[in-house]
């Protein structure tokens, strides 16, 4: 009866009103209270007041207590939740109702008075802020754990590419090794022969010597033996002394084919004037001919570099021309120009000599490839041009040529020398 009576006449008034048992439990709304905690009445009804209160839920008893036992409305704070979540401070009013004619249990009267409007904000401002700090945990953590992940995979790529340079420092290792193995029994091979020849002429040295010591000795040495014995040392000494020649020659190619980075130390240098020494020294071996060579380089090239680099390129290019290219030649041609280009140096070597075919063009930098074997060519004369600029200069190489229409290297240098 009462819920019905509260239901029809609590409609018109704008105040929250709520009806409630002795106990605290909600039995109607009125519809200003159900805008106000914005929670429909089947959501809240059936439910106790203290679920709807943001503090002082345990003193809630004490106060229905006080209500029920006053004929007066009690006055009273409660922090009231919007929404089951937004906590706003109102001041309230509790009395108690009692049926006229006994027939339903007395009830509470909940009233609302208006909320306080700046502790509202506050406790907003407040909630709010309890939200930013929680996100700001929560991104906090994110970023921790961001940081760590990072961290870990920084050490973990760090340490892949330490392990990744080792393997590859060993894999370098171990090609230097198989080249330098393949380039010792290739040595080896074409040593054996000049040694070979230069022990069978010091044995038939012995044997020329023997005999002529028992001619002598047993007083029977006639001119024409005398003769035949220096004629014979003459002979084997020079087939020695060219055969051993030949082999120190081997050996002074092979130790510049390893190209000992650290044999030579850098210095500054004026590249025309250095190489104009070079040409200098080559030139006996040009002066009973008429072959030309020019050097077209300007004057102001300082390198901070390994001259005796160059020195050996442009020395073992020059003799391949004379010895290779001007076989059949009286008159040939040597052309080096030289010029400086986004920081590297240009160096085009061309002769008009016989040129090579495609084949000899494509095996040019190999190792004891010679088309001289037998008449002086060890094949390591443009092996040792190519690692001198590749490996020691930091540069490149490139050969063009055909048969008829002479050799061309295009040589590029850079200019700043990686410190090694
Ligand atoms: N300017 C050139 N003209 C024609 N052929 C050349 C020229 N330069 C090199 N070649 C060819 O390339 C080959 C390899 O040259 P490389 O200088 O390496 O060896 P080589 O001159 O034969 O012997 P060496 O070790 O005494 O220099 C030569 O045997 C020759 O066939
Ligand atoms: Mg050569």
Known sequence: MLIQFFQKFSHATSEPWCLLSLNGDILALNPAMVEFIDCSQQQVVGLPLKDFLATKQELLPKYLKLAASSTDAMPI?????KNKTLSVECLCKISLIVPVDNSNSPCLLLRLDKPCQQENVFLKLNSELETLRQKYHELKKQKDQLTNYVKERTQRLYQEIKERKEVEKTLMQAEKMAALGSLVSGVAHEINTPIGIGVTGSSH???????????????????SDLNYFLEDCEETSRIIHSNLQRASDLIHSFKQVAVDQSSEKKRRFNLKSYLEDVLLSLYPM???????VTLNCPENIELNSYPGAFSQILTNLIVNSLIHGFENSNAGMVVIDIETECNELKLMYK?????????????????FFTTKRGKGGSGLGMHVVYNLICKKLFGTIECCSSLGKGVSYLITIPLDQPII
Not at 77 to 81: A, E, Q, W
């Open 205 to 223: 040295l012995e044997d020329i010597s023997l005999r002529f010591k028992k001619l002598f000795s047993r007083n029977a040495m006639k001119k």
């Open 351 to 367: 002769d008009d000599g016989i040129g090579m075919t495609e084949d000899q063009q494509k095996k040019v930098f190999d190792p």
């Open 77 to 81: 704070t409660l922090n009231i939740l």
């Open 286 to 292: 040009v002066k009973k001919t008429a072959h030309t």
